[in-house]
């Protein structure tokens, strides 16, 4: 079993900074595939950023320029470092862990960006 932990979330103001902590734990496969989901209110789950094992990264497009993901395989630890935030950027962050024909959520954190 596989659980994904993340932390710091909070509130922030419009172009401030975050970064985001995600520990995974378990029976982990080596190659895997490390992301950050995000779900605003009303809206549907959206892709923001995922990183594989070697260290290839892809980001939507509405966070390039800004967000930065990163990953240290001794800690199992994905990181999301959010940079410049827009109140558009508000939502629930969640991490993930993905391999061939599976795949692990974490819980979620809040991320709320105040105008």
């Known amino acids: 079993q596989v659980q994904l932990v993340e932390s710091g979330g909070g509130l922030v103001q419009d172009g401030g900074s975050l970064r985001l902590s995600c520990v995974a734990s378990?029976?982990?496969?080596?190659?895997?595939?490390r992301g950050w989901y995000r779900q605003a209110p009303g809206k549907q789950r959206e892709l923001v950023a995922t990183?594989?094992?070697?260290?290839?990264?892809n980001y939507a497009d509405s966070v390039k320029g800004r967000f930065t993901i990163s990953r240290d395989n001794a800690k199992n630890t994905v990181y999301l470092q959010m940079d410049s935030l827009k109140p558009g950027d508000t939502a629930v962050y969640y991490c993930?862990?993905?391999?061939?024909?599976?795949?692990?959520w974490g819980q979620g954190t809040q991320v709320t960006v105040s105008s």
């Open positions: 993930t862990l993905s391999g061939p024909g599976w795949n692990y």
């Open positions: 378990g029976n982990i496969f080596s190659l895997n595939v």
């Open positions: 990183i594989t094992s070697v260290g290839s990264t």
